[in-house]
């Protein structure tokens, strides 16, 4: 099964960019959908975006124009480039693998927007 580390949250100001990226073990990064979710205090985890092994991607309506997933298989990594942040986007960001095998999730990464 894949394993997964994230990287890249921190503290930004409103308007504000960062980018997250999610390091994934095993041989199978390649044939994974691989996605972004986030979960905010006392809030259900939702999907932020998501990309499949041939590269299409989806994204939630709240982040669309704002945010993009993208992968290299090369290095076995998938990233999300956030740009004019929102308070509203403040949690924590996992990543999720998804492929014929099951599910993996990362550990999560803390994102705040704050002023």
């Known amino acids: 099964q894949v394993q997964l580390v994230e990287s890249g949250g921190g503290l930004v100001q409103p308007g504000g960019s960062l980018g997250l990226a999610c390091a994934a073990s095993?041989?199978?990064?390649?044939?994974?959908?691989m996605g972004w979710y986030r979960q905010a205090p006392e809030k259900q985890r939702e999907l932020v975006a998501a990309?499949?092994?041939?590269?299409?991607?989806n994204y939630a309506d709240s982040v669309k124009g704002r945010f993009t997933i993208s992968r290299d298989n090369a290095k076995n990594t998938v990233y999300l480039q956030m740009n004019n942040l929102k308070p509203e986007d403040t949690a924590v960001y996992y990543c999720?693998?998804?492929?014929?095998?099951?599910?993996?999730w990362g550990q999560g990464t803390q994102v705040t927007v704050s002023s």
């Open positions: 999720n693998a998804q492929n014929g095998f099951g599910g993996s």
């Open positions: 990309i499949t092994s041939g590269g299409s991607t």
């Open positions: 095993g041989n199978i990064f390649r044939f994974s959908t």
